[in-house]
């Protein structure tokens, strides 16, 4: 079981640059893809961007160029690099685990609680 957990939100400026941390405890974590989702108050989960397990990134329009997602295999920890921030970022960031890199929520099997993530103006 790779049950992940986010750390690292919180309140930043516009602007300004946060780095999120998605952790497991499964040793069989680096052969998992990750995927981060972020959802606004009363809006849907959406994908903003996934790392595979070979490293391979793919990112949402709206934050390519921004966000930048890496992985530590010998910490077994996935980040996701936050750079420029907008008030429209504001959302809560989840991150995910699965066999394969994908774009929708139900491809992945393991979610993390969330970290909140909000942007002033």
């Known amino acids: 079981q790779v049950q992940p957990v986010e750390s690292g939100g919180g309140l930043v400026q516009a602007g300004g640059s946060l780095r999120l941390s998605c952790a497991a405890s499964?040793?069989?974590?680096?052969?998992?893809?990750c995927g981060w989702f972020r959802q606004a108050p009363g809006e849907e989960r959406v994908f903003v961007g996934y790392i595979s397990s070979g490293g391979l990134t793919y990112y949402a329009d709206s934050v390519k160029g921004r966000f930048t997602i890496s992985r530590d295999s010998a910490k077994r920890t996935v980040y996701l690099q936050m750079n420029s921030l907008k008030p429209e970022d504001t959302a809560v960031y989840y991150c995910?685990?699965?066999?394969?890199?994908?774009?929708?929520?139900?491809?992945?099997?393991?979610w993390g609680k969330g970290t909140l993530v909000t942007v002033s103006s």
């Open positions: 995910a685990s699965g066999w394969t890199p994908a774009t929708t929520p139900n491809s992945y099997t393991y």
């Open positions: 499964g040793r069989t974590f680096s052969n998992y893809a």
